[in-house]
Every structure is written in structure tokens, then in C-alpha cells.
């Protein structure tokens, strides 16, 4: 068991050599194993540790186990810890729900018997570390969220940036052409030139709105496959980013793998190749798709500086929001994402679990 994944246990008893006796039949389980020998050692600790199973002798003196435990369930951090109470004397009915009643989950008995106490113990040293493994993933899927909502904003903005400093610049210029054929008095070849302008002008409009909507969803990935789509996309970003780009596939004859694989696809290619343009300072990136199995397996890695080994590692606090889009299709999709330096450069490296059930559909409509 790593470090990161153990929890603590606290043992709370005012004979030290009780203590001894918890730690070596406790030691099997691997976690930490912290002593405290009187109830107020025990809430300091308590306060400075974040402790999964407090193990508790019901007699001590100053503040026995019951108190100690009323006073452990009135702290809110602590309304959820499991109280496990160890008892010399023989418990009546009644001491036992006063126990319950002031948060003991459980009772052990003296002569204690090492393989019930460690099993009893390790069941909620488990249950806490399920409970913080759930806590984190909740922090990361709320964190992830966030910066989904922050991908989509710059994505907007940069929409309309376009919109506004391309296609709206253009379709400007070419009506105030137009308004001013009309409304001067200028010779046919003044006013020819300038409808010629203004055409010249729509038409880069026009090629402008292609490309987005292009880029947004190629038609060529619904009407014909991804394999044709990243073609295209390969040849426009070669030309617009001046990175060479090749593409390699395996099988020749590629297949088609279903809407949602594909689309998938190409959307991790264009993000990446979108952070290579951006931050790799690459000269070349090389694409590579290959069908294996019941797998599809893509991969872009280029000739560039490389990445920190924080974002390497995934470290949930070093993703970018292009890494935070990739890994989040990836993981919709049941696949794995690898993130490496290659010196020189860096490898994204996606696999794809295909359904078979398209396929199976297809068999059943032609028998």
C-alpha cells in the first residue's frame, strides 16, 4: 500500500502496554497507527490528523470512552468517524446503547481476538478511504467542470472574434462599395471596379464562413469518414500553421468506426494539433491511426519543446483546457489517454474502445 493511500487509525487507552498490544496486532493491516493514553491527547490529535477509526478502551480515567466519544460526535468533522469501543468488563444491553448512542459503531470484547480486531478495523479504514477517494473525485469532476465553462467562453469569444474582425470586416467593406455605386455619380469603370471589389469581397466571405463551419464539423466526417476529414483538416492546418503534417493509417482500407468514435477522433487530432500550433514551437507532427483489434488508436506527436512533467504525469491542477477537452472525450468513450515527452517533442497518445454493435445491426439487416 503506498503512502498517499493509507489512513490513520488512532488508539486511545491509558496503559501503554494496551497500546503495544493494538500496535502489533494492528500492524498486519499497514496503515498509520497513532497512540494517544489519555481522551484529551486524543481530541489533540484529533484536530491536527484526519483519522479514519478511533479504537477507544471504555475505562480511562478523567474522561472515559463515552465521553470521549460524545465529545469526538459533537465536532463536525468528526460526525462520520467510526468509533470502535474495547471493553475488560462484560457490557449489559444498556451499555451498549449508551455506547451507540454516543457514536461507537462497534464493541470488542477483552480477550481480544487479533484477526476479528483487524478485521473489523481494516472494513472502515476501507470505507473511509472509498469516502476520500469520492471526495476527491468530486473536487476534480467540480474543477473539470469549471474549466469546461471556461473552454466554452474562449471558444465563443474566439468565434466571434472571427466573426467580427473577419467575415464582419469584409461584409462591411463590401456594402459601403455597394452604397456608394448607388449613391455617387462615377463613371462604368469606376462602378465596375468597385462591384468587382465588393464581390472579390463576399466571396472571401463566403470561403471565411466555409472554413468555420468546416472546422466546427466537416461535412466529410459525416458523408464519407473520418479518414477523409483529417485529410482535409491535415492539408488546411499544413498551409494556415506552416507545420508540416503527415498522416499515417493502418489498415489501407481503413473502416468506418460509428458517429461518435469518429467524431471523438477527430476532435482529439484537431485539439492537438490545435496545442502544437500554439505552444510546441514544432516544426513537423506526425498523425497516426491504425484499427487493432477491437481498438482504435490514435496518436499526434510532434518535434517540439515537450511539456512539464506535472501535465505528464496528469496531475488534475496542471491540465489545460485543451487537455481537459481531449481526456474528458477519451474518457466518455470507456478509452486511455497518454501524455508524454518524446525528446525532442510530445506524444498524445489515445485508445478507443469500437462497439461492435453497429456491425452486428448491419448483419442482422442483411440475413
Not at 474522561?63 to 469501543?85: S, V
Not at 472574434?161 to 462599395?177: C, N, P, S, Y
Not at 473502416?255 to 482529439?268: N, S, Y
Request: proline share 4%; hydrophobic share 45%.
Amino acid at each position: 500500500m503506498s503512502a498517499t493511500n493509507k489512513v490513520n487509525i488512532l488508539m486511545v487507552d491509558d496503559q501503554p502496554s494496551k497500546l503495544l498490544s493494538y500496535e502489533v496486532m494492528l500492524g498486519e493491516l499497514g496503515e498509520n497507527l497513532i497512540k494517544a493514553t489519555s481522551g484529551r491527547e486524543a481530541l489533540e490529535l484529533l484536530l491536527k490528523t484526519d483519522v479514519a477509526v478511533v479504537l477507544m478502551d471504555v475505562s480511562m480515567p478523567e474522561l472515559d470512552g463515552f465521553e470521549l466519544a460524545e465529545m469526538i460526535r459533537q465536532h463536525p468533522r468528526f460526525q462520520k468517524t467510526a468509533i470502535i469501543f474495547i471493553s475488560a468488563v462484560h457490557l449489559t444491553d444498556m451499555d451498549r446503547l449508551k455506547g451507540y448512542e454516543r457514536g461507537a459503531v462497534d464493541y470488542i470484547s477483552v480477550p481480544i481476538i487479533p484477526e476479528l480486531l483487524r478485521a473489523k478495523v481494516s472494513v472502515f479504514a476501507e470505507l473511509h478511504r472509498k469516502a476520500q477517494q469520492l471526495e476527491r473525485l468530486n473536487n476534480e469532476l467540480r474543477r473539470l467542470s469549471k474549466n469546461l465553462m471556461t473552454a466554452q467562453d474562449e471558444e465563443r469569444r474566439r468565434v466571434a472574434r472571427e466573426l467580427h474582425d473577419g467575415l464582419g470586416q469584409d461584409l462591411t467593406a463590401a456594402k459601403m462599395l455597394l452604397s456608394a455605386v448607388f449613391l455617387t455619380q462615377q463613371s462604368v469603370e469606376a462602378k465596375d471596379q468597385a462591384l468587382s471589389e465588393a464581390s472579390a469581397m463576399i466571396d472571401r466571405a463566403i470561403k471565411q464562413v466555409r472554413t468555420m463551419s468546416h472546422l466546427l464539423h466537416p461535412p466529410l466526417l459525416d458523408e464519407v469518414g473520418l479518414l477523409s476529414a483529417l485529410r482535409w483538416y491535415l492539408d488546411g492546418f499544413g498551409k494556415r500553421s506552416g507545420v508540416e503534417t503527415i498522416l499515417d493509417v493502418q489498415p489501407k482500407d481503413f473502416p468506418r468506426l460509428g458517429p461518435e468514435v469518429e467524431i471523438a477522433i477527430f476532435k482529439i487530432v484537431q485539439e492537438s494539433l490545435t496545442n502544437v500550433f500554439r505552444h510546441a514551437e514544432a516544426r513537423r507532427a506526425h498523425v497516426k491511426l491504425a484499427v487493432q483489434g477491437d481498438r482504435a488508436i490514435v496518436s499526434v506527436r510532434d518535434d517540439g519543446k515537450g511539456i512539464g512533467g506535472r501535465l505528464e504525469e496528469l496531475q488534475p491542477e496542471s491540465y489545460g483546457i485543451g487537455i481537459i477537452g481531449i481526456k474528458q472525450r477519451v474518457e466518455e468513450l470507456g478509452g486511455n489517454l497518454l501524455l508524454q515527452n518524446t525528446a525532442p517533442g510530445t506524444l498524445v497518445d489515445v485508445t478507443i474502445p469500437i462497439k461492435a454493435a453497429p456491425l452486428v445491426a448491419s448483419l442482422a439487416r442483411t440475413s
